[in-house]
């Protein structure tokens, strides 16, 4: 289902009609227009391509995981495999070492024994040969037995670095086996969330426009100074015959410097509360807050503050407001244009001067005496930005066309919350 469309709409025409009228402007004829190009959503075919893609790359890195891990047990454990080959050749080197050492050091007893028994002079001097005989073989069998030794712990050594250096490889691999299943997930999640939404929108399912269900903001002073409260009202108005069961009203503000380049919406705190629902609260568009019923010909008032806080520089701001309902049969709609109240922001430390632009104490800027109002159509043809900003070159057409563009991003993010509602109602 295509929730909000209409509010989409509507904030599409408010960033484009200041644009259109930025991009004839005469004070701008030498600049280059700035290409701005959405990204096409994905279609299911191509979601479906991408699933498989991810799935071919997971079943590739489950395959190198598990023959790095077959490797490691196996292959270098082969007899054949250069390292293990030569630890096994020097593990017998050693033990022939040892072995012939051991019987080395027994020759050498066994020829002390026979000096010891030996009695006449000529036996005891070819057992004292013999002797001396078997000690220099001794010698020479201990000094290899510690060469072969040697190179048997090297041989080692080398093995085990082997080892270590596919443990290493094998945890790569597995690092690159989980991001390819994160991806994959993501791949499914995705098509499954888009053939979702596809199933929902279904002939007939759309929202509707209903310009008899109004939202009027009153009480917003047409300047704010900085570390003041400004409080005003948001009337919510069930012009029809029939009554809503749940109304959600919107509300965004949205500030720029006098040069339209610099973003203030960080020194605005825009709450809410009702009669209801006294607590003031930050009025977040994502959370889906709603009035409750309104039965037809009634309405309902949203108490609004705005605190500005007391660092905020000079520039110009406004306040967007648009009302929706959603019934419990899974009917929809809202007002079908996007209304906004534009006010002038002074700094703390200019909040005692009057505007001279002329040089005549006293004179505005096309202020009115609480806030400037306008409608902005879905054809983008009305509200009060007319072709004046854009013949003359005006500096305030920069501001206006940030105020436009914020807005539609704060605005475009409350359209899925009537979605996220309907949904559940409809799940319900």
């Known amino acids: 289902m295509k929730i909000r ?11 484009t009609a200041p644009v259109v009228l930025l991009s004839t402007a005469p004070a701008f004829a030498d600049e280059k227009p700035v290409a701005q190009t959405q990204k096409a959503k994905p279609t299911i075919e191509e979601l479906e391509q991408a699933v498989d893609l991810a799935q071919k790359e997971y079943d590739a890195a489950v395959i190198a995981v598990n023959d790095a891990i077959k490797f490691l047990e196996e292959g270098l454990e082969a007899e054949t495999y250069p390292t293990k080959a030569a630890v096994i050749e020097t593990k017998k080197a050693a033990e022939a070492a040892a072995k012939a050492k051991t019987e080395a050091d027994q020759a050498v007893v066994d020829a002390r024994a026979k000096l010891d028994a030996a009695t006449t002079d000529e036996e005891k001097a070819a057992a004292q ?20 030794d040697t190179k048997a712990a090297a041989a080692r050594t080398a093995h085990d670095d082997a080892r270590v250096a596919q443990a290493r490889k094998i945890g790569l691999l597995q690092k690159t086996r989980d991001e390819a299943k994160k991806k994959l997930d993501d791949a499914k999640k995705a098509l499954a969330d888009a ?8 002939p007939g399912d759309e929202c509707v426009p209903e310009p008899k269900l109004t939202a009027v903001v009153s009480g917003l002073a047409d300047k704010v100074v900085g570390g003041t ?8 108005t069930n012009g029809t015959d029939k009554t809503m069961d749940e109304v959600y009203p919107y509300a965004a503000v949205h500030a720029f410097d006098d040069k339209g380049l610099k973003e203030l919406d960080s020194y605005l705190d825009l709450e809410w509360s009702t009669a209801a629902n006294p607590t003031w609260r930050d009025f977040d568009l994502l959370d889906g807050s709603n009035v409750g019923s309104l039965k037809a010909k009634a309405s309902v008032d949203v108490k609004l503050r705005l605190k500005v806080d007391a660092d905020i520089p000079a520039g110009q701001g406004a306040v967007f407001v648009a009302a929706d309902y959603v019934n419990a049969d899974d009917s929809c709609g809202g007002y079908p244009d996007l209304d906004h109240n534009e006010f002038q922001i002074l700094a703390k430390a200019d909040s005692g001067k009057t505007d001279d632009t002329d040089g005549k104490p006293g004179e505005t800027d096309n202020t009115t005496e609480q806030g400037g109002s306008s409608t902005t159509p879905v054809n983008g043809t009305g509200g009060s930005g007319s072709g004046s900003l854009a013949e003359t070159g005006s500096s305030d057409v920069l501001p206006k066309v940030a105020l436009a563009g914020g807005a539609a991003l704060a605005l475009g993010a409350g359209a899925v919350v009537v979605a996220r509602r309907r949904k559940a109602g409809a799940d319900a």
């Open 195 to 202: 053939e979702a939404e596809e199933g929902e929108e279904e």
């Open 5 to 15: 469309r209409v509010l989409a709409t509507a904030v599409a025409a408010a960033v």
């Open 129 to 148: 040969t013999v002797l001396d005989e078997a000690e220099k073989a001794a010698q020479d069998a201990a000094a290899a037995k510690t060469a072969a």
């Open 229 to 236: 409260t400004e409080n005003f009202t948001l009337r919510v």
